[in-house]
């Protein structure tokens, strides 16, 4: 990746994200901006109307505009990131005000500091589109979950794409162990699973082993720990702020983390191979899972037998087919020799995860592109707001 985007794709010069700007005179909703900044990691610019300074306003990645400066902007180049503060929930003139500017949001505080404070982190941050995040099951113990995941993300990150891998199998042995790097410097699952609230996704990035151009989130080799929902949801959220691929490999057993887990996914993959039992055991798995990921996909893994071909598989299980995966009789001993899972080009499990990102990701821009933010206290501003109606949460 070239550079870091903000929330709304502006680019500050040499790729870094800008600070984000305050426009009022109101002290006291100042002071309570700065506080919030502050929380959020961030170092903004006040100013009391449409700053003086050519550029400003256009480079700011995020503009916080107190409802007594509205007035002041009108006329001024309309822009998305920008957010209209008050604190009167009854003072419907403040969606007439929002439409003069062209706000993208109107907020109240105290109610929506929560939610402004993360917007404002974003745009420390320099968040652009999240990251696509995929999944991958085993229909049964042994299918292959783990390699497959190991080698979707290798041929992300082989392609340019900033990719990191998180291991959410404690039982599993370690994907760093998968990809040679169990000796590599970098935090492990037992550094974060005290985490909560919110882990900068970029902290979270430099923090982990780098292996095969990617990041890995991996266990150590002590005593098992339990990741609770709160840390798996922090650390999930920071990985995909970070954009590009997240993958994730998830053990069969849902606990209240796993579970975490697979609502942030935006594709599951269940990998089953071609026999009656795993068909057996994989329709007890994706009844789980389908209740929690939206976008649920089998994954056949050959030689197909039994009478069984990869379609009649899928229909069984009545989830859409992502592929049939060829057996590759290599893999043991390129394991041996230090290589990783999909290292070989010309491999079958290389060439299934070249097809699906070719597939997944295009479709996986366009509905990121399409998508709002989510927030109870934060309403988008529409044409009703001007009437004095409220917008609709964000959605």
Do not use: Y
């Amino acid at each position: 990746m070239t550079g870091t985007t903000t929330s709304d794709g502006r680019q500050a010069a040499g790729g870094q994200p800008g600070r984000p700007l305050i426009v009022t005179e109101d002290e006291g909703l100042l002071d309570d901006l700065l506080r919030l900044c502050a929380a959020a990691g961030a170092e903004p610019e006040v100013a009391p109307g449409l700053p003086a300074e050519r550029g400003r306003w256009e480079r700011a990645p995020l503009v916080l505009v107190g409802d007594d400066a509205a007035h002041r902007l009108r006329g001024a180049v309309r822009r998305e990131g920008v957010l209209l503060i008050g604190r009167d929930l009854d003072d419907h003139e403040i969606w007439r005000q929002a439409v003069g500017i062209g706000a993208d949001h109107v907020l109240h505080l105290p109610d929506a500091e929560t939610w402004l404070v993360d917007r404002i982190a974003d745009a420390a941050e320099g968040v652009g589109r999240q990251a696509l995040t995929v999944g991958v099951i085993g229909g049964r113990g042994g299918a292959g979950a783990s390699t497959l995941a190991c080698a979707l993300a290798l041929s992300a990150a082989r392609s340019g794409r900033r990719t990191m891998l998180i291991d959410g199998d404690p039982l599993g042995g370690g994907l760093d162990v998968l990809l040679g790097g169990e000796a590599a410097e970098g935090l492990r699952w037992p550094a974060f699973a005290e985490s909560r609230g919110r882990v900068g996704g970029g902290a979270l990035e430099e923090s982990l082993p780098e292996l095969h151009s990617l990041r890995v989130l991996s266990w150590d080799r002590g005593d098992a720990v339990v990741v609770p929902a709160e840390a798996m949801r922090a650390v999930l959220s920071a990985a995909r702020r970070r954009g590009g691929v997240v993958v994730v490999d998830l053990p069969r057993r849902i606990d209240d983390g796993v579970a975490e887990a697979l609502a942030q996914l935006d594709v599951g993959l269940i990998v089953v191979p071609a026999e009656l039992r795993a068909v057996a055991s994989a329709h007890r798995v994706a009844s789980s899972v389908g209740l929690v990921v939206r976008d649920l996909r089998v994954v056949v893994r050959g030689p197909c037998g039994s009478g069984l071909d990869d379609e009649e598989i899928a229909r069984l299980l009545d989830l859409p087919l992502a592929g049939e995966l060829a057996a590759e009789p290599s893999l043991l001993g390129a394991f041996g020799a230090g290589a990783p899972p999909g290292s070989s080009l010309r491999g079958p499990l290389a060439k299934f995860c070249a097809r699906f990102w070719s597939q997944a990701l295009p479709d996986a821009a366009a509905a990121s592109a399409g998508a709002g933010d989510h927030s109870r206290a934060g309403k988008r501003v529409s044409t009703g707001a001007a009437r004095g109606l409220d917008g609709g949460v964000t959605g």
